[in-house]
């Protein structure tokens, strides 16, 4: 069950180029300082990897394809071209024989391939090796690596300890999902940080056996499932393996890394997500039910198990799904992943200690979502287009006296309120800069409520590495973790709708800095589609004219903002 969403205030107001230098260069802060970019752990094991490379679809036999209106997903593809898509994947990587190579079948191309993306799940097996990926605290059930295995020796993927600290931060999003196997009307949810008895508990998760013998005893124990989000804001490594792993999808459609640590039979029930998901095996394993079919948010509303506080479908067994619609039944082992597209339901069941997933969730405002800030925002406006009432002026006019009806709504101020409401929003939505403005700083901000973060720099902390110090070679200056950086570009209009020049802007954490220059266009989008940013680089977006002093600025703005952070490392 992935995290919900936090609406910040957005002012409606139309937008004013000011001049080249101060548009691009609102800097406010002096030289940066370092960043650590810390982890909890850095304790090496690993896992061995699966024997043979697969792609499974959610329908495994083959079928002829359903016409395009139709919500069932099937078996598109026939199987020798989905082989050909991972030998074809392999040849390239074998052919390239690139030494950066990372080892992963896993990649955009791949993906893109198997044209499942929004239409229909995806399992693909051993699509990430974790030999290379994860930092364990134990080698239960996994083979320790080679002391001289270089590229074991540290890894992106967070350990069990580390989520269990990081759920026992207050600044964390985390909760404990219960039940009792098999009767899903006993699932409870438990928000906030893990006390220190239950930090002692979950680390004795990770090795844990089933504890009870007695069937009887054994059916009312509940099961525990610790979902924590944003585990990538807290661990840093892991935003960077996000960030590169899924670069083919935009900045503002991600939302977080969600790392869910479950005991045997663990889970949160049947479900649905509203967004596509990528669902990762960390460690141990867990069995994935998914059904056949989406379902619309009515029909979710209606299977909801009433009396718990959890979001749990009824009508659900290990077979099916409601009205005899059948699930199909996967095993997830390290390594392996499974892409559902929104509104397909599915159950994680955990079936051995030390079960980790990782859930990678990506963002979809929904119409109800831009029509609430949509309204939000010019609730908070001053514009007239905003505040204009409704008026009458005609109501005297024609007669209408003889005719009136004081109970009676007429059609015509039915038409008139229409009218009103409809010319606003028109408005809006047809100037291409105001609706720009909105779109970006609404899809930008943060997806849940986070205090205190990000942390702006206080005075003295303006120490250490520096801007200038990153562009002369030493360090790199970071985007911080679980902040949204994008960019665009976009025509403005005078008043009698001539075209002007182009406006370029950078989108922030719901801040927006905007530019008429090209040249600060293509600085936005240097800092927006990297997230990592060395000296090299940043040299050539800057430049050597007479404005590279404000370009410097305005990265220590940034900084002393604290979305972006120099780091050593």
Excluded at 10 to 22: E, K, R, Y
Excluded at 253 to 276: F, K, T
Excluded at 317 to 345: A, F
Aim: one cysteine or more; charged letters at 30%; proline letters at 4%.
């Amino acid at each position: 069950m992935r995290g919900g969403h936090h609406n910040n205030i957005i002012f409606f107001a139309s937008i004013t180029l000011s001049s080249p230098a101060s548009s691009l260069l609102m800097s406010k802060s002096p030289s940066s300082s370092i960043f650590k970019r810390d982890c909890h752990h850095n304790v090496l094991k690993s896992f061995s990897s699966h024997d043979a490379n697969s792609i499974e679809y959610a329908h495994k036999h083959k079928s002829v394809a359903r016409a395009a209106h139709d919500d069932r997903y099937v078996l598109e593809w026939k199987e020798d071209m989905i082989d050909d898509i991972i030998a074809a994947n392999i040849k390239k990587k074998t052919d390239d024989d690139d030494d950066d190579d990372d080892g992963h079948l896993f990649n955009a191309a791949l993906f893109s391939a198997s044209k499942a993306w929004g239409r229909r799940p995806f399992l693909l097996r051993n699509a990430f090796d974790p030999h290379k990926l994860m930092v364990l605290d134990n080698d239960a059930n996994i083979q320790e690596a080679d002391d001289d295995d270089d590229d074991s020796e540290f890894g992106p993927w967070p350990s069990w300890q580390d989520v269990v600290d990081i759920a026992s931060d207050y600044e964390a999003e985390s909760r404990v999902i219960s039940h009792i196997p098999g009767d899903y009307s006993t699932f409870d949810i438990k928000w906030g940080a893990l006390s220190d008895a239950e930090f002692d508990e979950w680390l004795s998760k990770e090795t844990s056996e089933e504890a009870v013998s007695d069937k009887k005893a054994q059916d009312v124990v509940r099961k525990e499932t610790l979902v924590v989000n944003d585990i990538d804001r807290f661990h840093p490594p892991l935003a960077d393996w996000i960030y590169d792993t899924f670069d083919f999808i935009p900045n503002w459609r991600m939302d977080d890394g969600q790392i869910s640590l479950a005991e045997v039979n663990g889970g949160i029930g049947p479900h649905v997500d509203n967004y596509d998901v990528f669902l990762i095996q960390m460690n141990g394993s867990r069995t994935w039910q998914v059904g056949k079919r989406k379902i619309d948010a009515m029909e979710e509303r209606d299977r909801l198990i009433d009396g718990i506080n959890v979001r749990v479908l009824s009508d659900w067994d290990d077979d099916q799904d409601v009205g005899n619609t059948e699930v199909e039944d996967w095993v997830l082992n390290p390594g392996d992943m499974l892409y559902l597209p929104p509104r397909v339901p599915h159950c994680g069941i955990a079936l051995s200690s030390g079960c980790m997933t990782l859930s990678v969730g990506c963002r979809a405002p929904s119409v109800s979502d831009f029509v609430s800030r949509i309204a939000e925002q010019f609730s908070n406006s001053l514009e007239d287009v905003a505040v204009r009432r409704y008026t009458d002026d005609d109501l005297l006019i024609d007669g209408s006296i003889a005719n009136f009806s004081p109970g009676e709504i007429t059609a015509k101020a039915k038409d008139n309120a229409k009218h009103l409401v409809l010319n606003a929003l028109t408005k809006m939505m047809d100037d291409d800069s105001v609706w720009d403005e909105f779109f970006g700083r609404f899809v930008t901000e943060p997806k849940r409520l986070r205090n205190n973060y990000p942390i702006p720099l206080e005075a003295d902390e303006f120490d250490g590495t520096t801007i200038k110090d990153v562009l002369d070679g030493s360090g790199m200056l970071y985007h911080a973790e679980g902040i949204c950086f994008s960019y665009s570009a976009v025509n403005s209009q005078d008043v009698i709708g001539t075209a002007t020049p182009i406006i370029y802007r950078l989108y922030v954490n719901g801040e927006m800095w905007q530019s008429d220059l090209a040249d600060d266009g293509m600085f936005y989008q240097t800092i927006a589609n990297n997230r990592v940013l060395d000296g090299t680089m940043l040299s050539k977006s800057i430049g050597n004219d007479k404005r590279c002093e404000k370009k410097v600025e305005f990265l220590e703005e940034l900084v002393s903002d604290g979305l972006l952070y120099v780091s050593e490392e």
